[in-house]
C-alpha cells in the first residue's frame, strides 16, 4: 500500500505535504507533485496536511489512473523535499473539474 497524489494537486502545489513526509518521497512535476509508491511508508502523516485534499491511500477504489502516474514519474522527476512558494493563482485551480485533461505536464519541475 501507499498513498498516491490526485489530479487536485494539479496547479495547486501548496506543498505543505513534502515538509511532513519523513523518508522524502515526493517528486516535482512542473504543475503537480507525485509519490514514489516504493519509497513511501505509508504513515499517512501527509494526508490531513494537503489544503486540496489531493493524497488518497490506495485502498481507496478507483486510485489505479493515479497511482500507475505516481510510480512513472516518480521515476523520471527530481526530488522534492523543501516547500516553495505555490503559484500565484493556485487558489484558483483549487477544486476545479478535469484539470489532468486541461493543464497535466509531463515536464520535470525543478526539485530541491
Ligand atoms: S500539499 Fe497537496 S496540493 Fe500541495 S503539493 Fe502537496 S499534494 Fe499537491
Ligand atoms: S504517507 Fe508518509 S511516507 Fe508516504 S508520502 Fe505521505 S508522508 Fe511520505
Redesign the pocket.
Known sequence: M??V?TEACIRCKFMD?VE???????YEGDNMLV??PS?????????P?CPAEA?L?DTESGLEQWLELNAKYSAEWPNITTKKDAPADADDHKGEDGKFEKYFSAEPGEGD
Open positions: 501507499t498513498y497524489v505535504c511532513v513526509c519523513p523518508v522524502d518521497c515526493f509519490i514514489n519509497e513511501c511508508i505509508d504513515c499517512g502523516v501527509c494526508e496536511e493524497i491511500p
